[in-house]
């Protein structure tokens, strides 16, 4: 089966499901896991450089508060017909974050022969990142192994719940861009639940806009943790200023009390793949100092404050 991943969730559902040999064709920003996306032909390209822009200006460049972008991605339709591809796997959640369905099944219309099966995912919430798992693994002609995969996701669910349970829940403001401020909704809140924390500023599977400062302010978070989506940590630590230079950062009880962190976005809580769960695993760290998983490394949660 010749597979083309849209996304960069789906690129690590492929592989978890062991099919990453199967990746015909990949976006720019798939990256994980590295040595099985590298040699993968890439068949999108971004609009716009974010290296070289700052985050207001990224903001501004996909459609600021919006948060709507109607052609920040290119998808080079010659190199798909080249590729062949039996599955693309795509989603429609998010403009921002991927190619949009609408402008895949326009470029697949156009291609030779029947054409792949074009599938579109769609999740919100904890259960439909792994409701998703299962599906793709149904596509892809793997379910059983799908079935074994959501099982062990789930065992590693319920030993985040276990290792926390009982323990004082401290109110979590979790921030997935920085300027101007935007909280973290869709599966983040069920993350932050899963290791024993309050969620504040979206509620489960809510997709969230940019926000005042008086929100943040009002809501006095005991924890914040930073993620802003598509950046790596390295990026983070060097724009945190933009935070920390509000007048009102250093009054906030997160700060007061060193309990600011920054984490991996990318990796663990921006994408919905298989590695949120992972990302649960890593705020059981940062909120109650557990740690349910494998030992959490200095690159997946440094403490800012």
């Not at 339709?77 to 402008?103: F, I, K, N, W």
């Not at 005991?222 to 993620?227: A, N, Q, R, T």
């Amino acid at each position: 089966m010749r597979i083309v991943s849209l996304l960069p969730a789906a690129s690590d559902i492929v592989a978890e499901l062991g099919l990453g040999g199967h990746l015909v064709g990949r976006t720019h920003e798939c990256d994980w896991p590295a040595a099985a996306v590298a040699a993968v032909p890439v068949v999108t390209s971004a609009e716009f450089d974010s290296d070289a822009l700052s985050s207001r200006e990224i903001s501004q460049a996909v459609g600021g508060a919006a948060h709507q972008g109607s052609s920040l991605y290119t998808l080079d339709t010659g190199l798909l017909a080249e590729l062949a591809p039996d599955v693309v796997l795509t989603q429609d959640l998010c403009r921002v974050c991927a190619v949009s369905y609408e402008a895949v099944a326009d470029s697949v219309r156009v291609l030779d022969g029947a054409g792949p099966q074009v599938i579109s995912l769609e999740p919100r919430t904890l259960p439909d990142v792994l409701a998703c798992v299962l599906r793709v693994g149904d596509v892809l002609g793997v379910p059983q192994a799908a079935v074994r995969r959501v099982a062990e996701l789930r065992q590693r669910l319920a030993a985040v719940r276990a290792q926390v349970a009982g323990r004082p829940r401290p109110r979590v403001a979790a921030i997935e861009w920085l300027d101007p401020l935007w909280p973290a909704g869709h599966w983040v809140p069920e993350q932050i639940r899963c290791a024993g924390g309050e969620p504040l500023l979206a509620e489960p599977g809510e997709h969230t806009g940019s926000m005042d400062w008086a929100a943040l302010i009002e809501a006095a978070p005991e924890v914040i943790v930073l993620m802003p989506c598509g950046f790596p940590p390295e990026r983070t630590l060097k724009e945190a200023d933009l935070l920390s230079r509000h007048p009102a950062w250093d009054d906030l009880p997160a700060v007061r009390d060193g309990r600011v962190w920054v984490l991996d976005g990318p990796a663990h809580f921006n994408r919905p793949g298989p590695r949120v769960v992972r990302g649960a695993e890593i705020l059981a760290y940062v909120l109650h100092g557990v740690q349910p998983g494998e030992p959490v490394l200095a690159e997946e949660a440094h403490r800012l404050a």
